[in-house]
């Protein structure tokens, strides 16, 4: 079992800045690729960006690409360093933790954290 709980959400203005973080817990934690992904209102729940075991490799959705930075530390906790932010990133965003890496379907997921961006 993996437990996921994500924070950092909050009302920013566009162009400004926010860090989430999701806390993995759990034996094997530290096993899994973690990802984030958002879900805007009427929307489905998109991916956003993604990182491995160990942090080598990150993936992100084009959308995103260049304003957002996904990273790890030793102790299990995943970040999304957000940048330039826009209005249309207004989203509640979950943390995804998956074994095989590929979020087809991921094993774990947080309750999510909402973040909107006002223009």
């Known amino acids: 079992q993996v437990q996921l709980v994500e924070s950092g959400g909050g009302l920013v203005q566009a162009g400004g800045s926010l860090r989430l973080s999701c806390a993995a817990s759990g034996r094997t934690a530290s096993s899994y690729a973690m990802g984030w992904f958002r879900q805007a209102p009427g929307e489905e729940r998109k991916f956003v960006a993604r990182?491995?075991?160990?942090?080598?490799?990150t993936f992100y959705a084009d959308s995103v690409k260049g304003r957002f930075t996904i990273s790890r530390d030793n102790q299990n906790t995943v970040y999304l360093q957000m940048n330039s932010l826009k209005p249309e990133d207004t989203a509640v965003y979950y943390c995804?933790?998956?074994?095989?890496?590929?979020?087809?379907?991921?094993?774990?997921w947080g309750r999510g954290t909402r973040v909107t961006v006002s223009s």
């Open positions: 995804a933790a998956d074994i095989e890496g590929t979020f087809r379907r991921a094993d774990y």
């Open positions: 990182i491995n075991w160990n942090g080598s490799r």
